[in-house]
């Protein structure tokens, strides 16, 4: 069955950089196109970020655009979230989310296939 | 982008009651909705995708209903363990975008 483990998550002070990753399991990873979710303490889940299938096709969210990267490593079953220059507004629990399809076009549904999420606490 | 505009932001209702959460869309996007619930320190489990369809293993009382801007997840009688926080989550483009949730309590 589908296995997503994230990990990488920690305390890091304002302005720093961390680097977020998902391990893949249960199913052909470089089929899929990934999305990173993230829900802040006692808030709402938003969406970070997609990645198609073969990496060639990136989208963010306005909020975390020019500070995160998110990437895939298709040889490691390996997706990434690259966070440089943290605000304190970035402290979430981070979901590594399978897409339903190879999200190398117009759509990138979701199912049920989540993690179990990373915490970042981004503090002084 | 898109967005969910989802009410109320909480409930509160008795065991046996039917329950009903609506999402609103800023634009058309046919039936490309997803409802999922939510406990507290879990990740959120699917029950409704594509507007209407129940996911494998969950209790029919769960319904999802609509299209196009308006859509509804409906508990029709309410049980102990759907004590849990709903969203409501578009996915017509690539830019992914949840509702503000729905918290149910007893």
């Known amino acids: 069955q589908v296995q997503l483990v994230e990990s990488g998550g920690g305390v890091v002070q304002p302005g720093r950089s961390l680097r977020l990753s998902c391990a893949a399991s249960g199913f052909t990873f470089s089929d899929y196109g990934m999305h990173w979710v993230r829900q802040g303490p006692g808030k709402g889940l938003e969406w970070v970020a997609v990645?198609?299938?073969?990496?060639?096709?990136?989208y963010y969210a306005n909020s975390v655009m020019g500070r995160f990267t998110i990437s895939r490593d298709n040889s490691e079953n390996t997706l990434s979230l690259h966070m440089n220059r943290l605000r304190t507004e970035d402290t979430a629990v981070y979901y590594c989310?399978?897409?339903?399809?190879?999200?190398?076009?117009?759509?990138?549904?979701?199912?049920?296939?989540w993690g179990q999420g990373t915490l970042v606490t981004v503090s002084s | 982008d898109i967005q969910m505009t989802q009410s109320p932001s909480s409930l509160s209702a008795s065991v046996g009651d039917r329950v009903t959460i609506t999402c609103q869309a800023s634009q058309d996007i046919s039936n490309s909705v997803n409802w999922y619930q939510q406990n507290p320190g879990k990740a959120p489990r699917l029950l409704i995708y594509?507007?209407?369809n129940l996911e494998t293993g969950v209790p029919p009382r769960f319904s999802g209903s609509g299209s196009g801007t308006d859509f509804t997840l409906t508990i029709s009688s309410l049980q102990p363990e759907d004590i849990a926080t709903y969203y409501c989550?578009?996915?017509?483009?690539?830019?992914?975008?949840f509702g503000g949730g729905t918290k149910v309590e007893i």
């Open positions: 989310v399978k897409g339903l399809g190879s999200c190398g076009g117009a759509r990138c549904a979701t199912r049920g296939d």
């Open positions: 594509d507007a209407s």
């Open positions: 989550q578009q996915y017509e483009n690539l830019l992914l975008s």
């Open positions: 990645v198609s299938y073969d990496g060639s096709n990136k």
